[in-house]
């Protein structure tokens, strides 16, 4: 830094018209002053003019947020989905009465529109307020537990 003082001090009083020596003392000591306050090394008569790069515009931040909605074309029959384990029965399977057994079936959620299927197998009871069962881990693939039960439209 120091040496770069040096070397411009010439400079700045040969542009400047050889001006007296008290003169040429005080832009040295400003000059030094600046480049020792700087991080970049350069003094604040150096610094470019700010630049605006193109491209896209800066989001504005307004307190809101994307909110998935479920589509529009529902198709197939409307329950009101639950959970079980199904006492240890693998992890695909799911209970609705007017589906027949043994036929995989697609199940969507209607709240968030997430879509998952399952195979319909019998199950001896169904839980009040629910109209369809689904295993655990089927449950899991479509919304949190904490939310049963859901609507979902199934369709096979």
Known sequence: MTILTIMALPLLLISRGGENADDANDVAGATTTTQENSSTGIGEEELPEPIILGGPSPIVQD?????????????????????????????????????????????????????????????????????????????????????????VTVSW
């Open 63 to 151: 307190g809101s947020a994307q909110i998935a909605y479920p589509s529009s074309a529902l198709t197939g029959v409307q329950a009101v989905a639950t959970f079980s384990n199904f006492d240890g029965a693998p992890e695909i399977v799911c209970y609705m009465p007017q589906a027949p057994l043994g036929l995989k079936v697609t199940v969507q959620n209607m709240d968030n529109g997430r879509i998952t299927t399952c195979t319909n197998v019998f199950r001896a009871m169904m839980p009040a307020g629910a109209t369809m069962i689904l295993h655990t881990k089927v449950f899991e693939s479509l919304a949190n537990l904490v939310d049963a039960p859901i609507p």
